[in-house]
């Protein structure tokens, strides 16, 4: 993926205790009261900053603490932009999307289910859109759930004081506990009439982005096409809307098919 040039970037005068340090700007929010929350990096260091524009921060963050990076342009108009700083049981999140409903863009801090702070930019949010072309391993950062992203479209389009059970803290049983209403997935089967000798798994994303790890029918009983076996063609990433096959021999009844993604374990009854 493309690595963002930070010299085409607005330089940043960050305030701190050590002393001042200059650094290139990802993301700034200019909010209520005069505040902004600001996404910086200087080298191999990064920087979360809320408080006064011009003032020493109410808070500043750096990689002792968890980051998450989420950039996704969809067609048209529609795409989402989040980075989100975890420290302890606090999530900071500064975002900027479009998901169908107009441009939202703002801070969202939350502890648990409690949303703490929820304000949107006072004008349109500064950033590089080459961000778009980024992947979160190009600035030091982890990738971020759908399942969090969704949420904070959530909080943006309806105001929601309340956080979905649903998020990066749950365990993979938890989702599987969880699935009601939060299926990433739809999963068809068909039959490859041009071969004859398949059935097929038809998985269509439903959401912004889902990576399908592995596909298990009959509890293992049941035998993947030869080219899907190699990992590679197992894992794939589906964007919304997109679809993807996979290929088992007709002979076997299929029952049960277990779709295993990087929002847990999701399981499908014929």
């Known amino acids: 993926m493309k690595k ?4 085409q970037m607005a330089i940043l005068f960050i305030p701190g205790v050590m002393g001042s340090v200059q650094a290139e700007t990802l993301f700034e929010c200019k909010l209520p009261d005069n505040k902004s929350a600001t996404i910086a990096m200087q080298g191999a260091q990064l920087y979360y900053t809320f408080g006064k524009q011009n003032s020493e921060p109410d808070m500043q963050l750096n990689r002792d603490n968890d980051w998450y990076f989420y950039g996704q342009h969809g067609s048209g108009s529609n795409y989402q932009l989040s980075f989100r700083v975890v420290k302890g049981d606090y999530n900071y999140v500064i975002y900027s999307q479009d998901t169908g409903n107009g441009v939202t863009e703002g801070l969202v801090a939350y502890k648990g289910n409690k949303v703490l702070y929820n304000k949107h930019c006072t004008e349109p949010a500064k950033y590089d859109a080459s961000l778009f072309q980024t992947d979160a391993a190009d600035i030091g950062m982890n990738d971020e759930s759908d399942q969090v992203s969704d949420y904070i479209t959530s909080i943006a ?4 004081n309340q956080r979905n059970d649903n998020s990066t803290q749950q365990s993979n049983q938890d989702r599987e506990q969880t699935q009601t209403n939060q299926n990433p997935i739809e999963v068809r089967l068909a039959e490859n009439t041009a071969w004859g000798t398949m ?11 889902v990576t399908i790890n592995d596909v298990v029918v009959n509890r293992g009983n049941c035998t993947l096409f030869v080219s899907n076996q190699l990992k590679q063609y197992r894992q794939r990433t ?4 997109e679809q993807t096959k996979y290929g088992f021999n007709t002979d076997c009844n299929i029952r049960e098919i277990v779709v ?3 929002q847990g374990d999701w399981v499908f009854n014929n």
């Open 4 to 7: 963002i040039n930070l010299l």
């Open 157 to 160: 389009n309806n105001g929601n």
């Open 199 to 209: 059935s097929m798994v038809n998985i269509t994303s439903l959401t912004n982005s």
């Open 238 to 241: 589906l964007k919304y809307g």
């Open 260 to 262: 295993k993604t990087n």
